[in-house]
């Protein structure tokens, strides 16, 4: 569970969905990559689809507007910089309360997105969330976008409390202009019931189901008693449907509303260190095309009344949509948007934006009865394998996909997180991957389209390791002794490579007053590492001083783990300005600092690096 954050009288507790054990969650990701050609366009589609919702939190908070911090602490972190997600959102952490610039912003962003509805996380009469509800509805209502509700588990809520929830926020919010009121199910206000398994008897919700839809958050249709429908918001298990077909089929026989739940994908690791539940990659945005197209398959409980969608900006979960920036602070280890949709730069950032209006526009036209396209995906390569390696290539095959159609072509990509990186597209069974590190293994997948841009399931992964140089290897004694060293930035002749020189009179120095910094050294292969040796230079008039920092480390150069959380050490010239780091035991070909204080000076200093096996 996520740790309570004690700025916040009533913290939203995790969103952790059920659990997903491993065998399943490896089928879900091996048919991750499903996406749908438009369909012919007949009845005219909305700009902004009514039936489209997206979940939308209000509880974030930064000095600068609300006076603290809130939310972005989540997980003992320190914004602005280190913050409780593992995606750095574009306007940084933000202030829910802030209604001229973020949550403007967010409207816009959510017009870009062809969704007509916002659902509003709720937290009780009188909460923070509920304090701000005026001000998000302004902003909504200037760009035409309507707000439903999601009645949250705050303290004692029960099923009489949100009988009176539900009439306290018609009476107070419903004469707005952004008021939902759904047009199709008799002009009524929409109330989203989070976890309400909770409770056990809902009887009295026929007090007020007659003028509002309320949903309960379950596919099991035994526990939906007094309730409008049903909705799932597990992103998670939107990739596998679990439950769907049944769900989708009881509502349309009972004429309840079915509102399953897409997500780009789940990752939680920075606000809830050290948590064991699954995650779940986006894929470069094959898990999102995924997700939207088992909820719009007929065969997975028929086309649903509306699509929910996890979230526009549940950042601690790692399932907004809402642009992430694509060069977020260094040396957090956040991921990015980059590769989404194949785009890059700014346009990756927006991707899921874009992606979303995609969806949208597809979900209105199937509603209003347009042609079906291609949907069908070409099977998986098979066989891939490697055949050759060098110091820097890898050569892949692999044997051919199958279609209804036809295989247009083949896309290669090495794993690399949440954001895989696609390294080339052929229309043949075999690609050389170019440009690597020596001495590094990598993996590689390779992914089938057809004309209709349906993407098969991936192929199984292929692990290869490029050779080493002659001559390369990490010997004994000091690991770093002499190898390739680079750093975030140098001031002036006190480059990387003096703290691997052997003289500790020399020194690496970074710039100036720019915390943080980094500097990283190459040990030429993978080596046991245990124990890494920093020193300035051994002489009085460099007086004591701590620095802060990390320990990482990374068998590739690209992904890199905490070794050894950031912390101060002490350089004193009565000790030799020496700090020895225990490491825990680890095998290793990157081992990178990062820096984000030093009492004695404002830059990162190092005279040596050094790095040992015992």
Not at 240 to 265: E, F, H
């Amino acid at each position: 569970m996520k740790t309570s954050d004690q700025s916040v009288s009533l913290l939203p507790p995790a969103r952790r969905r059920n659990p997903v054990i491993l065998a399943v969650l490896l089928l879900m990701l091996c048919w991750a990559g499903v996406q749908v050609a438009p369909a012919a366009r007949g009845a005219a589609v909305p700009e902004l689809s009514p039936n489209v919702h997206l979940f939308y939190y209000p509880w974030y908070g930064n000095p600068q507007v609300g006076g603290d911090w809130r939310h972005w602490q989540q997980g003992g972190r320190t914004p602005p910089n280190d913050i409780g997600a593992d995606l750095y959102p574009s306007l940084g952490p933000y202030d829910s309360g802030d209604y001229a610039g973020a949550v403007t912003k967010h409207m816009q962003w959510i017009k870009q997105a062809g969704v007509g509805v916002l659902v509003y996380s709720w937290w009780g009469q009188g909460s923070y969330e509920d304090n701000l509800v005026a001000g998000v509805m302004n902003a909504a209502a200037q760009y035409g976008i309507k707000v439903a509700w999601h009645i949250e588990p705050y303290n004692g809520r029960s099923a009489a409390s949100v009988v009176g929830d539900i009439q306290y926020i018609n009476n107070r919010y419903g004469g707005s202009p952004a008021f939902y009121r759904d047009a199709e199910h008799g002009n009524r206000a929409a109330f989203y019931v989070f976890e309400s398994l909770k409770i056990t008897d809902w009887a009295a919700l026929d007090q007020v189901t007659q003028n509002n839809i309320v949903l309960a958050q379950t596919t099991d249709t035994s526990k939906i008693a007094h309730f409008s429908g049903l909705y799932t918001y597990d992103g998670i298990a939107g990739a596998t449907a679990p439950g769907w077909a049944n769900a989708g089929a009881y509502a349309k026989q009972n004429g309840l509303i079915w509102a399953p739940s897409v997500a780009p994908g789940y990752i939680d690791d920075r606000a809830v260190p050290g948590n064991t539940s699954p995650t779940l990659g986006r894929a470069n945005g094959a898990t999102y095309d995924l997700e939207w197209a088992n909820a719009l398959d007929t065969a997975k409980g028929g086309l649903p009344s509306w699509v929910s969608i996890t979230s526009f900006n549940e950042w601690h979960e790692g399932s907004s949509i809402e642009p992430a920036r694509g060069n977020p602070p260094a040396g957090f280890g956040y991921q990015t948007f980059e590769g989404a949709y194949g785009k890059t730069g700014a346009a990756a950032e927006t991707a899921y934006l874009d992606r979303t209006k995609y969806w949208a526009t597809e979900f209105e036209t199937r509603r209003g009865g347009g042609s079906q396209p291609d949907t069908q995906p070409p099977s998986a390569p098979g066989n891939a394998r490697s055949t050759a390696t060098t110091e820097t290539g890898v050569a892949l095959a692999w044997n051919a996909a199958t279609d209804n159609v036809g295989v247009s072509g083949y896309d290669v990509y090495r794993e690399a997180g949440a954001t895989d990186v696609k390294v080339g597209s052929v229309s043949g069974t075999s690609f050389t991957v170019t440009g690597l590190s020596p001495s590094t293994s990598y993996q590689f997948y390779v992914v089938a389209r057809d004309a209709a841009q349906n993407t098969s399931p991936p192929s199984a992964t292929v692990t290869a390791v490029t050779k080493t140089p002659t001559g390369c290897s990490p010997g004994t004694g000091d690991l770093a002794r002499g190898k390739s060293i680079t750093a975030g930035s140098t001031t002036q002749n006190y480059v990387p490579a003096n703290a691997v020189d052997g003289n500790a009179s020399t020194y690496w120095e970074s710039a100036n007053n720019a915390f943080p910094q980094s500097i990283t050294v190459d040990l030429c292969a993978q080596a046991g590492v245990k124990r890494v040796v920093l020193k300035l230079p051994p002489i009085s008039s460099w007086n004591t001083r701590t620095q802060t920092l990390s320990v990482l480390g990374s068998v590739n150069g690209t992904a890199f783990d905490t070794l050894v959380a950031s912390q101060g050490y002490t350089f004193n010239p009565a000790g030799a300005n020496t700090v020895t780091i225990t490491v825990p035991a680890t095998t290793q070909r990157y081992l990178r600092l990062n820096i984000t204080g030093n009492t004695g000076w404002p830059a990162g200093q190092l005279s040596s690096f050094e790095v040992y096996s015992s």
